[in-house]
């Protein structure tokens, strides 16, 4: 029997252990091409993402800062919304996500659970809150509520979680595009932090939005179209799901009350509310997206279309980690050698169906590229921010307060953006992304979550309780 698995460029021939045959079998590595037509979008979408920041840049320049950083608090709906979602449809999570399904199976699916639960708790105590508050600086409220030590120890938390997430997110979106095509890792790394540091320096909250709009829409179509194109090839749903089940992967309630196991459904739904709260109710990003709508009518309205939205796009990155499963069922990359890390396991699928199915690897290399900026623009804009609002803008003159903000925020964004694409270096020689992802959320998010609850819910809680 022959066992296919496609990369890049020739063809190799070896022997690999078949899991159901209990014997050695050939195995054909037939090696695809990344063709002119995928490095043709590629390069397109680039360039439109600098093209945006020009325009808002250039043509609709933000003369103060309540301009660049909240576009004047009068933004439309549809691109706050796209750019909300895009804070939950990460390249971790699009890589991580499969690669967590495929090698531990479906219990961390019930994660869906916790982001229409979260998107509720967010609807009705969080975000009322803080939009008629409309500070600049989510953190500002810590202040008005203890007082200025805590808001500076949270803000401090903030930027030290992002600057460990952005390199993070960098590498995951490199690695695959790595690995579909065969450039350099450390090559992609930079060329995209440049283009994203490009667009967001220079065009501000407006360029970022719409940026993001456009990303969440071609990320959200790659996402469909490789797994729809996944599952015919394997043979239907049916098929998908016969061969997790033969293979063990599906499973939702795990009632095991031991906190050892790894994934449980009262441990995952539990955990994940808490994680999800931390994606849609506190980040600086998305409370400075809310606010820069008109209403609170609008910002709800947003809140409820991204919780759907990201809810599905979980859904759909579960499923594709069964169509991976199914697909090598018998024959496991990783075992044989293949790849390196497990998290290289669904950009490996998409190289190797990409065979049979042309421009299918430029649509995913698309779309985790979009997917990349958008992360990387949302957090870049949010931690610029805060570093000005919560630190620099004290030690500025006054005088210079006001005429030199934005261009402030622009330099602290283009620093910023820097360092994390230079961290990558440190990205690459850590462990699983998916338990990376939630250890840094964890243990930031978690403290910070809680602070803020404290203080929303419990109006006696003073300063000494929230340190």
Not at 82 to 100: D, M, N, Q, R, W
Request: glycine share 8%.
């Amino acid at each position: 029997m022959f066992c296919y698995v496609t990369f890049w460029k020739e063809v190799h021939q070896t022997q690999v252990y078949d899991r159901r045959q209990r014997s050695l079998v050939r195995v054909k590595m037939e090696y695809a091409t990344f063709s002119i037509a995928d490095y043709s979008l590629l390069a397109i979408l680039l360039i439109v993402n600098c093209c945006i920041g020009l325009y808002f840049g250039c043509y609709k320049k933000q003369k103060t800062l309540d301009g660049y950083l909240f576009g004047g608090r009068k933004m439309a709906t549809l691109p706050i919304t796209l750019s909300l979602v895009t804070g939950t449809i990460s390249p971790l999570a699009i890589t991580a996500v499969p690669s967590e399904i495929y090698t531990y199976g479906t219990q961390a699916s019930v994660m869906i659970v916790s982001a229409f639960i979260a998107g509720l708790i967010n609807h009705y105590v969080y975000l009322p809150v803080f939009y008629n508050l409309q500070l600049q600086s989510v953190y500002h409220y810590f202040e008005l509520r203890f007082d200025k030590s805590v808001k500076n120890l949270a803000s401090l938390i903030y930027i030290f979680t992002k600057l460990l997430m952005m390199p993070l997110i960098i590498y995951a979106s490199s690695l695959s595009l790595n690995q579909v095509t065969g450039i350099n890792l450390h090559v992609i790394a930079w060329v995209i932090a440049g283009v994203c540091i490009f667009y967001t320096t220079i065009g501000g909250i407006e360029a970022v939005a719409w940026t993001d709009s456009l990303q969440v829409l071609i990320t959200l179509s790659a996402i469909l179209y490789v797994l729809v194109k996944g599952i015919m090839l394997i043979g239907g749903v049916d098929e998908v799901w016969e061969k997790s089940s033969d293979g063990q992967r599906i499973e939702f309630f795990n009632m095991n009350p031991d906190p050892t196991v790894r994934n449980t459904f009262l441990s995952v739904v539990i955990g994940n509310i808490f994680l999800w709260l931390g994606f849609l109710a506190i980040p600086p990003a998305g409370v400075q997206r809310s606010i820069s709508l008109p209403s609170l009518q609008r910002a709800k309205r947003a809140n409820a279309i991204t919780t759907i939205l990201a809810g599905l796009s979980k859904l759909f990155c579960c499923f594709l980690g069964l169509v991976t499963y199914a697909k090598y069922a018998n024959c496991d990359p990783f075992s044989i050698g293949l790849i390196k890390k497990l998290d290289q396991i669904f950009p490996y699928f998409v190289a190797d169906i990409g065979k049979s199915v042309p421009g299918l690897s430029g649509l995913f290399v698309a779309g985790l590229c979009t997917a990349t900026l958008g992360a990387l623009s949302n957090l870049l804009n949010s931690v610029s921010a805060i570093c000005y609002l919560d630190f620099l803008i004290h030690v500025l003159p006054k005088g210079g307060k006001v005429a030199n903000s934005s261009t402030a925020v622009k330099v602290i964004t283009a620093i910023v953006g820097v360092i994390s694409a230079t961290l990558i270096f440190v990205a690459e020689n850590l462990g699983s992304l998916f338990e990376l992802l939630h250890c840094v959320h964890g243990i930031t998010e978690g403290p910070l979550l809680g602070a803020f609850t404290l203080g929303l819910l419990i109006p006696r809680s003073n300063t000494k309780v929230s340190r």
